[in-house]
């Protein structure tokens, strides 16, 4: 099958700085990819260059082959490291909000994993600790029926129990047929769950691996591969 | 199932030992059905391709069966059984060996080691 994603020598320069430069890169379906890097390596332009939300310096970027546009908007689902829900909401208005922008947001989809992640309908949005509302994005991310989902930092600011149902959620309710891309500075809780990594440093993409390749071939896990290549 | 898993080494190796150890330990009898790839990658946390992984090598060394349409299950064949726990025998023999031979204990000795040990019923009390 054709890949779901392909990044084409992509600079991007905000300015005179230097965000992103010559990146190469495909992910084929059905794969769990993280998105490794210390803050301000370039994580979260990577992800708004491939939603469509930000426009590359130069390069080309296609999903599932079509250039990244109005039409591959509804091919994405992203989940930026900010919430987009408002304030006044409740989880419900919230899940309604999703549904009249998105015509692929299952609903039945969205009420079975509130279930799960134990978030109640008439909660109010602005009430839900950061670990609450961290599941509560991810469920709107997740509930829509995409080929790739942009998973931008799930677990960044959440307790260890909260991270672990987050992990649950994103094994349970994946759609095989699709990919996801997690990034993430924190390693070690998440290693398992990724197919391949991919670590960026400054702009850079400086190494590719699948995780159990990397395991194998240099006896190290993924958290120990990444302190190495980000030592300062 | 709980495991504990080593970042360090490949996951698919763990989960197959694991698997391994529960047959020949009898909590997986020999015919029982085995869990789907989702299922046991929602509860070991991990990533559902390493849980395919795991089950196709699984089914390469004869150790689980697909029956089409119904499912994985532990080899019905005893002597395949068998056969395993030979083998994990034989490697922890071998892993006991090495350590004693480290500690530079004569061939000699580590018999009656054993021997003594054994009679003092200290088998069946320490595995991993």
Redesign the interface.
């Known amino acids: 099958m054709s890949n779901i994603l392909e990044l084409n020598q992509i600079n991007k320069t905000y300015g005179n700085k230097k965000a992103l430069s010559n990146i190469t890169l495909d992910i084929a379906p059905?794969?769990?990819v993280g998105l490794l890097g210390s803050n301000g390596s370039g994580k979260s332009t990577l992800m708004k260059l491939v939603a469509g939300l930000l426009h590359p310096s130069s390069g080309t970027i296609q999903v599932t082959g079509k250039p990244v546009g109005l039409e591959t908007k509804s091919l994405v689902s992203f989940m930026p490291d900010c919430p987009l829900t408002e304030k006044w909401m409740r989880v419900r208005d919230a899940i309604a909000y999703y549904r009249d922008f998105y015509a692929d947001f299952d609903e039945e989809k969205a009420r079975e994993m509130l279930d799960f992640m134990n978030l109640v309908e008439s909660d109010r949005v602005r009430h839900l600790s950061k670990g609450m509302n961290e599941r509560l994005q991810l469920t709107l991310a997740l509930s829509r029926k995409a080929r790739l989902y942009l998973l931008d930092e799930p677990i960044g600011g959440v307790d260890p129990v909260a991270r672990?149902k987050i992990?649950?959620a994103i094994?349970?309710f994946y759609d095989?047929e699709s990919s996801l891309i997690i990034s993430t500075h924190l390693v070690?809780d998440i290693?398992?769950?990724?197919?391949e990594v991919v670590f960026i440093r400054e702009g850079e993409l400086v190494m590719r691996e699948e995780?159990?390749t990397l395991?194998?071939k240099y006896?190290?896990?993924?958290?120990?591969m990444f302190k190495e290549v980000y030592a300062e | 199932m709980t495991i504990e898993?080593d970042?360090?080494?490949?996951?698919?190796l763990q989960i197959m030992q694991y698997i391994k150890r529960q047959i020949v330990t009898g909590t997986l009898q020999a015919g029982d059905k085995i869990p789907s790839v989702?299922e046991l990658?929602?509860e070991?946390?991990?990533?559902?391709?390493?849980v395919q992984?795991t089950f196709q090598e699984l089914e390469r060394e004869e150790v689980v069966e697909t029956k089409r349409g119904l499912g994985r299950y532990v080899t019905s064949e005893e002597r395949k059984i068998m056969t395993i726990k030979k083998e994990m025998a034989s490697e922890l023999l071998e892993r006991f060996l090495t350590g004693m031979q480290e500690l530079g204990i004569e061939e000699q000795d580590i018999l009656s080691i054993v021997a003594d040990a054994v009679a003092e019923g200290k088998g069946g009390t320490t595995h991993e």
């Open positions: 059905g794969r769990i672990g992990l649950d094994v349970k095989e070690n290693e398992r769950i990724f197919d995780v159990e395991r194998l006896g190290k896990s993924v958290d120990e | 898993f970042n360090n080494l490949p996951i698919y989702r990658a929602a070991l946390q991990i990533n559902p391709n390493t992984r």
